[in-house]
Each structure stands twice: as C-alpha cells, then as structure tokens.
T-cell receptor, first 114, second 111 residues
Framework: DAGVIQSPRHEVTEMGQEVTLRCKPI?????LFWYRQTMMRGLELLIYFNNNVPIDDSGMPEDRFSAKMPNASFSTLKIQPSEPRDSAVYFC????????????FGSGTRLTVV | QKEVEQNSGPLSVPEGAIASLNCTYS??????FFWYRQYSGKSPELIMSIYSNGDKEDGRFTAQLNKASQYVSLLIRDSQPSDSATYLCAVFTGANSKLTFGKGITLSVRP
C-alpha cells in the first residue's frame, strides 16, 4: 500500500484566496483525521470522519474551514478565505480502528499564506 | 492543565547513552498510549504503543506506563545519531474519542 497520500506538498497563496488540501487514506481504513501542526500549538485535531461521515469537527478553528469526504478514498480540507495565521503544516491520517491502534500520517501539506 | 504534557526540551545525550523521554496526561480514563517519532520536515511515525501498566520493549525502545501516576515514558537504549528527532506522546481517551498529542520533545544524540 502506498500509505496516506496528500497533495500538494507545498502551497503558497495570498491572503484571501481559497485553498484546498487533498488526502487519500489507506485503503480499508475507516477513519480519517485532519491535523494541523504549528510550533506554538503542536498537533491539533481539526476534524475526523468515520466511514465518510464527519464525527467531530470541534477542532475546526472557524467557519472559514470546511472538510468533506465524498467517498472512502478521498477527502478535502478547504480554507476560504485564507489568512496568514492559517500558515502551518496540515496532516491527514487514517486508521483501521478508532484510537486503539496508532494512526498512519501522510506526508503533510506545508501551507504558507502571505 | 494541558491534556498531554511533555518536557519542552531539547534533550541532548551522547551516542550510546540512554535517552529518557517523559509524558504525563490528565484524563484518568485514557486507554491507549503511543509514541511517535518525527524527523525534521517529515510526518509523525508510530514507533511504540502501550495499553497496560508496566514495560513494553521493542528493540532499543522501551515504553513504560503507570496509570496510577498518569505517566508514560519512552527509553531509548544505546542512542544513535539517527535517533535525533522530535518525539511525540499521544494519548487516546475513549470518552471523547480523540487522540491527543503532546507538543513533543526534541532529542539530539551527539556523536
């Protein structure tokens, strides 16, 4: 298996633009997680899905952030409009079981909003 | 109190020494405990999991769990320069179904 695949690896955008991050989980993994990592706050869970259904989005910072999982093999995280404080590394992770085993992370997307 | 706390570090040890990384957590209902290693510019990689009190050994790595003290640790024996990375402690609590990460501690193993 190719692991969790994220795209793009790097994204530089101007403030106010829409940004879409993409993730393909490991085949057969029922859980998909979006995390954000910054030096100040570490790894923060934004939202997670079980069988394509959003279960907990309490970590989504504000309405500018939205996430979808239209099918078992694809998820997006969208920021509209983007702001400089959104600059971070965004990781997608997937898991076969919720929490009882560790998660497998994708390579991440480094987002810079200027 | 933060849910998962790790000493901020950094931690520097000489090659061949034992590195001891510590983590405390606040939720007594926590069930599963993990250590991730993250090299600079890379994604977190799971290296150890532990679910019951005591020690769990895997090669040069030993995870220790003490639920009464709400404490998890990772020992790295015979540290190598390739062990230089940030180590993240993660705790899963079934009540809120979240895997919560500590901020991590950066380990530097000097040759």
């Amino acid at each position: 298996d190719a692991g969790v695949i994220q795209s793009p690896r790097h994204e530089v955008t101007e403030m106010g633009q829409e940004v879409t991050l993409r993730c393909k989980p490991i085949s057969g993994h029922d859980y998909l997680f979006w995390y954000r990592q910054t030096m100040m706050r570490g790894l923060e869970l934004l939202i997670y899905f079980n069988n394509n259904v959003p279960i907990d989005d309490s970590g989504m910072p504000e309405d500018r952030f939205s996430a979808k999982m239209p099918n078992a093999s694809f998820s997006t995280l969208k920021i509209q409009p983007s702001e400089p404080r959104d600059s971070a590394v965004y990781f997608c992770a997937s898991s076969l079981v919720e929490g009882e085993v560790g998660y497998t992370f994708g390579s991440g997307t480094r987002l810079t909003v200027v | 109190q933060k849910e998962v706390e790790q000493n901020s570090g950094p931690l520097s040890v000489p090659e061949g020494a034992i590195a001891s990384l510590n983590c405390t957590y606040s939720d007594r209902g926590s069930q599963s405990f993990f250590w991730y290693r993250q090299y600079s510019g890379k994604s977190p990689e799971l290296i150890m999991s532990i679910y019951s009190n005591g020690d769990k050994e895997d090669g040069r790595f030993t995870a220790q769990l003490n639920k009464a003290s709400q404490y998890v640790s990772l020992l790295i024996r015979d540290s190598q320069p390739s062990d230089s990375a940030t180590y993240l402690c993660a705790v899963f609590t079934g009540a809120n179904s979240k895997l919560t990460f500590g901020k991590g501690i950066t380990l530097s193993v000097r040759p």
